[in-house]
C-alpha cells in the first residue's frame, strides 16, 4: 500500500540557518512526489515537483528536495532560512488510479525563528 | 492565468443544520475537480473527486455530497451537520497532469 510518512512534526530553527525537512514513501510503482506548503488559515501552494531524471528538483523560494529511490525519500531542504518560511510542509506522492490520487504526510511544522 | 475561488471564506453553523461550500475554477477548461477536508492541525483527507460535468465519486463516506453543476463549479454539501464536519474544506483542481492546484479554503466550525 502506498504511504507517506513525516518522521518530524515540529521542527524549530534559527534565521539563517540551513534546513532538511524528511520525508519517506512507500510505492510499489513509479512515485511522483510534491512538496506543498501551508501558510496559516491557507491553502496549499505547490514548493516543487519531481517525475523523473535528476533526483534533484529546484522549488520556489530557494528550496529544493532530493530524490532517492533506494531510500524511498524525498527529502526538502533549504540553504538559508527565512522568518517567512515559518508553516506546515506536507510531502505528497500522487499516484493514478481512475483518478489522481494524493497520499499526504502528516506535515512538518516549521517555525523559525529570529 | 487559473484562479480558483472558494466562498464563503468562514462559516459557523450549528448541529443539524444544512451546508454548502462552493468552489470555482477561472481559466482552465474541464479541469479534475476534488474535495478535501483537514482536521484542525492535521493533514488532508481526500472526499470527493470529478472528472466531468454531473459526474462525482466519492473517496471517503463523511456524511457530505458534492456536485458539479457547470464545468467550473464544483459544490460540497449536506443536509445535516456533525461536530466532526468542523475543520477546513479546500478544493483542488488538475489536469492530466499529477499535480494539484489548491483553492484558498474555507473553515468551518460546527457548534
Known amino acids: 500500500a502506498q504511504s507517506v510518512t513525516q518522521p518530524d512534526a515540529r521542527v524549530t530553527v534559527s534565521e539563517g540557518a540551513s534546513l532538511q525537512l524528511r520525508c519517506k514513501y512507500s510505492?510499489?510503482?513509479?512515485?511522483?512526489l510534491f512538496w506543498y506548503v501551508q501558510y496559516p488559515r491557507q491553502g496549499l501552494q505547490l514548493l516543487l515537483k519531481?517525475?523523473?531524471?535528476?533526483?534533484v528538483v529546484q522549488g520556489v523560494n530557494g528550496f529544493e528536495a532530493e530524490f532517492s529511490k533506494s531510500n524511498s525519500s524525498f527529502h526538502l531542504r533549504k540553504a538559508s532560512v527565512h522568518w517567512s518560511d515559518s508553516a506546515v510542509y506536507f510531502c505528497v506522492l500522487s499516484a493514478w488510479s481512475n483518478y489522481n490520487v494524493l497520499y499526504f504526510g502528516s506535515g512538518t511544522k516549521l517555525t523559525v525563528e529570529p | 492565468a487559473q484562479t480558483i475561488h472558494q466562498w464563503p471564506v468562514a462559516e459557523i453553523k450549528a448541529v443539524g443544520s444544512p451546508l454548502s461550500l462552493g468552489c470555482t475554477i477561472k481559466?482552465?477548461?474541464?479541469?479534475?475537480l476534488y474535495w478535501y477536508w483537514q482536521a484542525t492541525g492535521g493533514t488532508l483527507q481526500q472526499l470527493f473527486y470529478?472528472?466531468?460535468?454531473?459526474?462525482v465519486e466519492s473517496v471517503v463516506q463523511l456524511n457530505l455530497s458534492a456536485s458539479r453543476p457547470k464545468d467550473d463549479q464544483f459544490i460540497l454539501s449536506t443536509e445535516k451537520l456533525l461536530l466532526s464536519h468542523s475543520g477546513f474544506y479546500l478544493c483542488?483542481?488538475?489536469?492530466?497532469?499529477?499535480?494539484?492546484?489548491f483553492g484558498p479554503g474555507t473553515r468551518l466550525t460546527v457548534l
Open positions: 481559466g482552465k477548461s474541464s479541469p479534475n
Open positions: 483542488a483542481w488538475s489536469l492530466v497532469s499529477y499535480e494539484q492546484y
Open positions: 510505492y510499489s510503482g513509479t512515485p511522483y
Open positions: 470529478s472528472i466531468t460535468v454531473g459526474q
Open positions: 519531481y517525475y523523473s531524471g535528476d533526483p
